[in-house]
């Protein structure tokens, strides 16, 4: 489980996903994402259901899942909003339209099924199998001097402190909300909150430069995945990877008209 970035410290019940290498794995969110972009609403409703499943297998019970997409309601509504008064194939611009509220449901589905395949990945494998995932697929780049060591340690970098940083910076706004509502005794106005929110920002780039302080002497004798052979998946996960490969050239492939 990658720290910061799993949608949650639940246990993670063992299934064969847990037997899929790494590389595979990353290959399928790719094309699980893919997917997501190309099939249709019947499609994506089946997509949805398979995915959700999948992550109950892995011990994600329903209540856990609702409440890590708590934080993106806001995102959802606005989503839905600007495709509502935006689709112009059903009807004029800045007109609502039942068109325009299927493809926001649409957009928030792909979203969705995104979102999921990263929880997915992040819930059953480590920060070192996506590194060495990472690498292992961009490998042909080293044969014209790309630094792919240095890029899936940044990517690991990132993904294992942006979650941390974003958690602190609530953490500071909540207390200075509460600090402000305790010494006026009074409701916090809506324009407190937004200059609340940018005096987040000197004690949140203080905590930034403390913990790249941390951060380079720690990379400085650890490096994720280092050491690690730079080996491939087993023949026949990459056989079912290419398969599913097939089957969307098969199934979206635009066909040639008479």
């Known amino acids: 489980m990658i720290p910061g970035l799993a949608a949650t410290s639940l246990t993670v019940r063992p299934?064969?996903?847990?037997?899929?290498?790494?590389?595979?794995?990353l290959g399928?969110?790719?094309?699980?994402?893919?997917?997501?972009?190309?099939?249709?609403?019947?499609?994506?409703?089946?997509?949805?259901?398979?995915l959700v499943a999948m992550l109950l297998w892995t011990g994600l019970n329903?209540?856990?899942?609702?409440?890590?997409?708590?934080?993106?309601?806001?995102?959802?509504?606005f989503v839905l909003v600007i495709h509502v008064f935006t689709t112009t194939n059903a009807a004029p611009l800045g007109h609502p339209s039942w068109g325009g509220l299927r493809a926001g449901v649409l957009a928030l589905a792909r979203i969705g099924l995104a979102l999921g395949w990263l929880a997915l990945?992040?819930?059953?494998?480590?920060?070192?199998?996506?590194?060495?995932?990472?690498?292992?697929?961009?490998?042909?780049?080293d044969q014209v001097g790309f630094p792919t060591g240095h890029l899936a340690l940044v990517l690991a970098v990132a993904?294992?402190?942006?979650?941390?940083?974003?958690?602190?910076?609530?953490?500071?706004?909540a207390v200075l909300r509460m600090r402000r509502a305790s010494a006026t005794g009074e409701t916090v106005s809506r324009w407190r909150r937004y200059t609340d929110k940018v005096m987040v920002v000197v004690?949140?780039?203080?905590?930034?430069l403390r913990r790249a302080e941390v951060l380079s002497l720690s990379l400085r004798t650890r490096q994720p995945a280092a050491g690690q052979p730079l080996a491939g998946p087993p023949w026949w996960q990459l056989?079912?990877?290419?398969?599913w490969v097939v089957v969307l050239i098969r199934l979206f492939w635009p066909g040639e008209t008479a």
Do not use: C, N
Request: no cysteine; charged share 15%; aromatic share 8%.
């Open 62 to 77: 329903p209540a856990t899942q609702w409440h890590a997409m708590r934080p993106w309601l806001p995102v959802a509504v």
């Open 121 to 141: 990945f992040a819930r059953l494998k480590s920060l070192d199998d996506l590194v060495r995932a990472v690498r292992w697929w961009l490998r042909p780049l």
């Open 203 to 208: 004690p949140l780039m203080e905590s930034l």
């Open 15 to 25: 299934t064969w996903l847990d037997h899929v290498d790494a590389t595979t794995f």
């Open 159 to 173: 993904l294992g402190t942006v979650p941390q940083v974003m958690s602190e910076g609530r953490r500071v706004d």
């Open 28 to 50: 399928m969110v790719v094309l699980g994402i893919i997917s997501s972009l190309l099939a249709s609403g019947p499609q994506l409703a089946v997509m949805i259901m398979v």
């Open 239 to 243: 056989a079912g990877l290419v398969l």
